[in-house]
Nanobody, 114 residues
């Protein structure tokens, strides 16, 4: 059973940075497409960024140039580096692992003050 544990959320002022980490256990990490999603109050969950097993990345238009997703297969970890944060980035951020099924972490709160 795949398990995902996120860390790194918190409160930051606008313009600041945060680094989210997600550690996977229970399966072979390197074969999964890993992603970060977010859900703000009253809104649907949306894709922020994803990275395939081959290292190909995609980003939501709203975060391009500010966020960077990366993975360390030796540590079963996917990282989301978030720079130039804006109040509209405030949301619960979820780690996702996808192969034949979707697996989700418990979420970590990111709050950006103006």
């Amino acid at each position: 059973q795949v398990q995902l544990v996120e860390s790194g959320g918190g409160l930051v002022q606008g313009g600041g940075s945060l680094r989210l980490s997600c550690v996977q256990s229970g399966s072979i990490f390197s074969i999964y497409t890993m992603g970060w999603y977010r859900q703000a109050p009253g809104k649907q969950r949306e894709l922020v960024a994803s990275i395939t097993s081959g290292g190909d990345t995609i980003y939501a238009d709203s975060v391009k140039g500010r966020f960077t997703i990366s993975r360390d297969n030796a540590k079963n970890t996917v990282i989301l580096q978030m720079n130039s944060l804006k109040p509209e980035d405030t949301a619960v951020y979820y780690c996702n692992a996808r192969l034949h099924n979707n697996y989700w972490g418990q979420g970590t709160q990111v709050t950006v003050s103006s």
